[in-house]
Protein backbone atom coordinates (compact mmCIF):
# COMPACT_ATOMS: atom_id res chain seq x y z
CA UNK A 1 0.00 0.00 0.00
CA UNK A 2 1.20 3.60 -0.14
CA UNK A 3 1.72 5.30 2.73
CA UNK A 4 3.61 8.60 4.03
CA UNK A 5 5.02 9.03 7.69
CA UNK A 6 6.10 12.27 9.58
CA UNK A 7 5.71 13.28 12.92
CA UNK A 8 2.94 14.01 14.76
CA UNK A 9 4.37 16.73 16.55
CA UNK A 10 6.89 18.96 17.21
CA UNK A 11 8.00 22.44 19.41
CA UNK A 12 10.69 24.11 18.74
CA UNK A 13 11.84 27.62 20.15
CA UNK A 14 11.55 31.23 18.17
CA UNK A 15 14.38 31.99 16.36
CA UNK A 16 16.02 28.71 16.22
CA UNK A 17 15.81 26.03 13.54
CA UNK A 18 13.72 22.87 13.12
CA UNK A 19 13.41 19.80 10.47
CA UNK A 20 10.32 18.25 9.44
CA UNK A 21 11.42 14.64 8.20
CA UNK A 22 8.66 12.65 5.84
CA UNK A 23 9.33 9.31 4.69
CA UNK A 24 7.44 7.52 1.85
CA UNK A 25 5.83 4.47 -0.03
CA UNK A 26 4.03 5.03 -3.27
CA UNK A 27 3.25 3.50 -6.16
CA UNK A 28 5.84 5.63 -8.01
CA UNK A 29 6.72 9.15 -7.91
CA UNK A 30 6.63 12.11 -9.54
CA UNK A 31 7.27 14.85 -7.08
CA UNK A 32 6.88 15.51 -3.16
CA UNK A 33 5.19 18.48 -2.22
CA UNK A 34 5.41 20.49 1.38
CA UNK A 35 2.39 22.58 2.44
CA UNK A 36 1.76 24.59 5.17
CA UNK A 37 -1.88 24.55 7.04
CA UNK A 38 -2.78 27.11 9.74
CA UNK A 39 -6.00 25.87 11.82
CA UNK A 40 -8.95 26.54 10.42
CA UNK A 41 -7.61 27.84 6.93
CA UNK A 42 -6.98 25.51 3.69
CA UNK A 43 -3.11 24.64 2.62
CA UNK A 44 -0.96 27.07 1.39
CA UNK A 45 1.90 25.92 -1.41
CA UNK A 46 5.69 25.97 0.02
CA UNK A 47 7.74 23.21 -1.53
CA UNK A 48 8.22 20.71 -4.81
CA UNK A 49 11.21 18.53 -5.00
CA UNK A 50 11.19 15.78 -8.18
CA UNK A 51 14.83 15.69 -8.18
CA UNK A 52 17.37 14.45 -5.40
CA UNK A 53 18.68 17.66 -3.52
CA UNK A 54 18.17 20.65 -1.60
CA UNK A 55 15.68 23.50 -2.81
CA UNK A 56 15.74 26.46 -1.08
CA UNK A 57 13.27 29.35 -0.59
CA UNK A 58 14.22 31.81 1.75
CA UNK A 59 13.87 30.79 5.38
CA UNK A 60 12.79 27.19 4.13
CA UNK A 61 14.40 24.53 2.44
CA UNK A 62 13.31 21.19 1.24
CA UNK A 63 15.26 18.49 0.73
CA UNK A 64 14.55 14.89 -0.97
CA UNK A 65 16.24 11.62 -1.62
CA UNK A 66 14.28 9.43 -3.93
CA UNK A 67 16.32 5.82 -3.04
CA UNK A 68 15.86 6.51 0.58
CA UNK A 69 12.10 7.61 -0.12
CA UNK A 70 12.77 10.40 2.53
CA UNK A 71 12.50 14.21 2.43
CA UNK A 72 12.82 16.70 5.20
CA UNK A 73 11.61 20.35 5.59
CA UNK A 74 13.92 22.98 7.25
CA UNK A 75 12.66 26.37 8.58
CA UNK A 76 15.21 28.35 9.98
CA UNK A 77 14.80 31.72 12.32
CA UNK A 78 11.48 30.39 13.18
CA UNK A 79 8.63 32.85 14.00
CA UNK A 80 5.63 32.70 15.68
CA UNK A 81 3.61 32.84 12.70
CA UNK A 82 5.19 29.99 11.69
CA UNK A 83 2.98 27.79 14.02
CA UNK A 84 1.21 25.86 11.93
CA UNK A 85 0.73 21.98 10.47
CA UNK A 86 2.67 20.87 7.67
CA UNK A 87 1.76 18.40 5.36
CA UNK A 88 3.99 16.22 2.77
CA UNK A 89 2.67 14.92 -0.27
CA UNK A 90 3.31 12.47 -2.91
CA UNK A 91 2.65 12.63 -6.59
CA UNK A 92 2.01 8.76 -7.10
CA UNK A 93 2.34 7.01 -11.00
CA UNK A 94 -1.32 8.30 -11.79
CA UNK A 95 0.03 11.97 -10.52
CA UNK A 96 -2.37 11.91 -8.02
CA UNK A 97 -1.76 13.27 -4.46
CA UNK A 98 -0.66 11.10 -1.72
CA UNK A 99 -1.16 13.12 2.33
CA UNK A 100 0.91 12.89 4.97
CA UNK A 101 -1.14 13.20 8.13
CA UNK A 102 0.95 16.28 8.64
CA UNK A 103 3.22 17.38 11.38
CA UNK A 104 1.90 20.60 14.18
CA UNK A 105 4.95 22.58 14.72
CA UNK A 106 4.72 24.94 17.86
CA UNK A 107 7.08 27.70 18.27
CA UNK A 108 7.35 28.61 21.67
CA UNK A 109 8.87 32.35 22.76
CA UNK B 1 -0.04 32.33 -7.56
CA UNK B 2 -3.21 31.31 -9.21
CA UNK B 3 -6.63 31.67 -7.08
CA UNK B 4 -9.17 29.45 -6.05
CA UNK B 5 -12.57 30.70 -4.11
CA UNK B 6 -14.45 28.50 -2.44
CA UNK B 7 -18.68 29.54 -1.09
CA UNK B 8 -19.76 29.28 1.09
CA UNK B 9 -16.90 29.84 3.88
CA UNK B 10 -19.14 28.69 6.16
CA UNK B 11 -22.64 26.92 6.58
CA UNK B 12 -24.85 25.53 9.54
CA UNK B 13 -27.48 23.43 8.35
CA UNK B 14 -30.21 21.22 9.67
CA UNK B 15 -30.11 17.10 9.17
CA UNK B 16 -31.82 15.99 6.23
CA UNK B 17 -31.36 19.07 3.82
CA UNK B 18 -28.56 19.45 1.11
CA UNK B 19 -25.83 21.83 1.03
CA UNK B 20 -24.00 22.89 -2.04
CA UNK B 21 -20.75 24.11 -1.89
CA UNK B 22 -18.79 26.06 -5.13
CA UNK B 23 -15.32 26.35 -6.29
CA UNK B 24 -14.01 28.70 -8.75
CA UNK B 25 -10.81 28.98 -10.52
CA UNK B 26 -10.72 33.06 -10.75
CA UNK B 27 -7.31 33.55 -13.23
CA UNK B 28 -7.09 30.18 -14.63
CA UNK B 29 -8.59 27.43 -16.45
CA UNK B 30 -9.19 24.32 -14.10
CA UNK B 31 -9.04 21.24 -16.24
CA UNK B 32 -8.85 18.96 -13.45
CA UNK B 33 -10.74 19.94 -9.65
CA UNK B 34 -10.14 17.94 -6.55
CA UNK B 35 -12.51 18.12 -3.26
CA UNK B 36 -10.72 17.01 -0.30
CA UNK B 37 -12.46 16.53 3.46
CA UNK B 38 -10.37 16.91 6.43
CA UNK B 39 -12.41 16.41 10.20
CA UNK B 40 -10.12 18.29 13.01
CA UNK B 41 -6.64 16.91 13.23
CA UNK B 42 -6.26 14.75 10.68
CA UNK B 43 -5.00 14.96 6.95
CA UNK B 44 -6.43 16.05 4.20
CA UNK B 45 -8.56 12.87 2.28
CA UNK B 46 -9.22 13.37 -1.32
CA UNK B 47 -12.78 12.29 -2.16
CA UNK B 48 -13.06 12.94 -5.56
CA UNK B 49 -11.47 14.49 -8.81
CA UNK B 50 -13.36 15.90 -11.89
CA UNK B 51 -12.18 17.22 -15.08
CA UNK B 52 -14.02 19.60 -17.18
CA UNK B 53 -17.22 18.00 -19.14
CA UNK B 54 -16.96 14.26 -17.63
CA UNK B 55 -18.41 12.37 -14.83
CA UNK B 56 -16.52 12.90 -11.21
CA UNK B 57 -13.77 9.47 -9.97
CA UNK B 58 -14.82 8.87 -6.59
CA UNK B 59 -12.62 7.70 -4.38
CA UNK B 60 -13.53 4.26 -2.56
CA UNK B 61 -15.65 4.72 0.48
CA UNK B 62 -16.89 8.38 -1.07
CA UNK B 63 -20.65 7.38 -1.89
CA UNK B 64 -21.50 9.00 -5.04
CA UNK B 65 -24.97 9.49 -4.55
CA UNK B 66 -24.85 11.28 -2.03
CA UNK B 67 -21.76 13.83 -2.68
CA UNK B 68 -22.80 14.82 -6.04
CA UNK B 69 -19.90 16.60 -7.99
CA UNK B 70 -20.29 18.71 -11.21
CA UNK B 71 -17.51 20.28 -12.90
CA UNK B 72 -19.64 21.88 -15.63
CA UNK B 73 -17.23 24.72 -16.86
CA UNK B 74 -13.51 25.66 -16.90
CA UNK B 75 -13.79 27.75 -13.68
CA UNK B 76 -16.65 26.11 -11.65
CA UNK B 77 -17.17 22.81 -9.63
CA UNK B 78 -20.02 22.19 -7.21
CA UNK B 79 -20.15 19.80 -4.11
CA UNK B 80 -23.58 19.02 -3.08
CA UNK B 81 -23.99 17.36 0.25
CA UNK B 82 -27.53 15.72 -0.08
CA UNK B 83 -29.41 14.81 2.81
CA UNK B 84 -26.72 15.98 5.41
CA UNK B 85 -26.38 14.75 8.39
CA UNK B 86 -24.13 15.01 11.62
CA UNK B 87 -21.27 12.70 10.69
CA UNK B 88 -21.17 14.62 7.72
CA UNK B 89 -19.62 17.81 9.36
CA UNK B 90 -16.25 18.68 8.21
CA UNK B 91 -14.05 20.68 6.77
CA UNK B 92 -14.31 20.46 2.92
CA UNK B 93 -11.34 22.15 0.33
CA UNK B 94 -11.34 22.03 -2.86
CA UNK B 95 -8.31 22.21 -4.93
CA UNK B 96 -7.75 23.09 -9.10
CA UNK B 97 -5.39 22.43 -11.73
CA UNK B 98 -4.56 23.77 -14.89
CA UNK B 99 -3.39 21.39 -17.73
CA UNK B 100 -1.19 18.58 -17.24
CA UNK B 101 -1.67 16.31 -14.24
CA UNK B 102 2.21 17.39 -12.57
CA UNK B 103 1.07 20.59 -12.26
CA UNK B 104 0.47 22.24 -9.02
CA UNK B 105 -2.61 22.24 -7.24
CA UNK B 106 -4.13 25.52 -5.61
CA UNK B 107 -6.42 25.57 -2.81
CA UNK B 108 -9.41 26.84 -2.11
CA UNK B 109 -9.93 28.32 1.13
CA UNK B 110 -11.98 25.61 2.72
CA UNK B 111 -15.82 25.37 3.81
CA UNK B 112 -16.56 24.23 6.90
CA UNK B 113 -19.70 22.36 6.92
CA UNK B 114 -21.90 21.98 10.77
CA UNK B 115 -24.80 19.82 10.81
CA UNK B 116 -26.83 20.25 13.34
Known amino acids: GQNIDQPTEMTATEGAIVQINCTYQ??????LFWYQQHAGEAPTFLSY??LDGLEEKGRFSSFLSRSKGYSYLLLKELQMKDSASYLC??????????WGAGTKLIIKP | GAVVSQHPSRVICKSGTSVKIECRSL??????MFWYRQFPKQSLMLMAT?????????EQGVEKDKFLINHASLTLSTLTVTSAHPEDSSFYIC????????????FGPGTRLTVL
Open chain 2, 95 to 106: SAREGRAYNEQF
Open chain 1, 49 to 50: NV
Open chain 2, 50 to 58: SNEGSKATY
Open chain 2, 27 to 32: DFQATT
Open chain 1, 26 to 31: TSGFNG
Open chain 1, 89 to 98: AVMDSNYQLI
